[in-house]
């Protein structure tokens, strides 16, 4: 069980950089409402191996329109398009090696190759092979199961020379943020979100995911090694649940996530990936980077969007579907290093 230390500290103002910017002029909305806390477990060091693998560039994905699969509840969720423009500064190639195969992404009409399944009181996307000895927990956005979520999964869970058995939980239970909200420019709108922010705060999720972690591991004996990769409102999560006593993972992973702050990092110990968006604050990234003492790699994309990996993605871009590809090679490669 995660304690509240005293005094909390207020969310960033980056959780508003979790919205479809083609929907929202602005969205401080009520999240300087929330207050969570930062959490120090004792030092976890972690062996790491070097890999070797070669590349293999892929085609194209994006979004779509599709019905949430969660409950029992069904609903339709409009496609998220990202109307930003996009620079022609050329991709940072550091690190980017891939070992994987991936195969060419969908830009439209994606069919997943994985399926749901009751776990640990949730309801949860799984892909991946049955033999998979690795295991990745996602932790998606405040949209849910979007096409370019579920798709990255299954680039993770079968590109890479290691394969790994990928678990999505449904925290919203079926009732992921609704895209009427945007923009939130009425109070009954900016009200709706708040509730939605302040029912879902990260540091509630973080300290139900060692339980859950650990109904997959009596579900799936198999795996015996676990990495945590979080998007956006994810990342949040993933920073405080590796740097939590209760820590399950081996390696973690966090796409352009919101709410950076580099008191989180001074607590991980294991190897972390933080992948930026031009959006987050340079300057906590690098703060962010500094705190932490395990094996890391902090890379900023920088002419993308908070988003891009997730449901913020607009693949029919080629510059961001370019960018999509490279960094789920980076996260790939992160993996095969050290777990």
């Known amino acids: 069980m995660y304690l509240m230390p005293k005094p909390p500290f207020a969310i960033s103002a980056s959780l508003s950089r979790h919205l479809p910017k083609s929907r929202t002029a602005a969205a401080t909305v009520a999240a300087s409402d929330i207050r969570v806390a930062p959490y120090r477990p004792p030092q976890l060091p972690f062996p790491t191996r070097p890999c070797n693998i070669t590349t293999s560039l892929l085609p194209s994905l994006s979004s779509r329109n599709i019905s949430t699969q969660t409950n029992s509840k069904s609903r339709t969720q409009s496609t998220v398009r990202n109307i930003a423009k996009m620079s022609t500064m050329p991709a940072q190639h550091g690190h980017s090696e891939a070992c994987c195969n991936i195969p060419p992404i969908v830009s439209h009409g994606y069919d997943p190759k994985g399926s749901y399944e009751e776990l640990g009181g949730y309801k949860s996307y799984v892909t991946g092979p049955s033999d998979a000895t690795k295991g990745v927990v996602t932790i998606y956005d405040i949209f849910g199961y979007y096409p370019q979520t579920l798709q990255g999964a299954d680039i993770v869970a079968l590109s890479g020379t290691t394969k790994y058995k990928v678990f999505i939980p449904d925290w919203f239970n079926g009732d992921p943020a609704d895209l009427s909200w945007f923009p939130p420019d009425n109070i009954e709108k900016q009200q709706k979100l708040g509730a939605f922010f302040q029912k879902h705060p990260p540091p509630i999720i973080a300290s139900r995911v060692p339980g859950y972690v650990k109904a997959l591991s009596e579900k799936y004996p198999g795996i015996k090694e676990w990495a945590i990769l979080g998007f956006c409102w994810g990342g949040k999560v993933v920073s405080l649940?590796?740097?939590?006593?209760?820590?399950?993972?081996?390696?973690?992973?966090?796409?352009?996530?919101?709410?950076?702050?580099?008191?989180?990092?001074?607590?991980?110990?294991?190897?972390?990936?933080?992948?930026?968006?031009?959006?987050?604050?340079?300057?906590?990234?690098?703060?962010?980077?500094?705190?932490?003492?395990?094996?890391?790699?902090?890379?900023?994309?920088?002419d993308q969007i908070h988003g891009w990996m997730a449901a913020r993605s607009d693949l029919d871009d080629e510059r961001v579907k370019s960018e999509y590809k490279r960094g789920y090679q980076v996260v790939l490669n992160f993996l095969s290093q050290h777990l």
Do not use: Q
């Open 241 to 302: 649940v590796t740097a939590s006593p209760e820590n399950p993972f081996k390696v973690g992973i966090e796409a352009h996530p919101a709410m950076i702050d580099p008191k989180d990092a001074e607590g991980i110990k294991i190897p972390l990936a933080l992948l930026a968006s031009k959006d987050e604050n340079p300057g906590d990234v690098k703060k962010f980077e500094a705190n932490l003492t395990g094996p890391k790699h902090v890379e900023t994309f920088p």
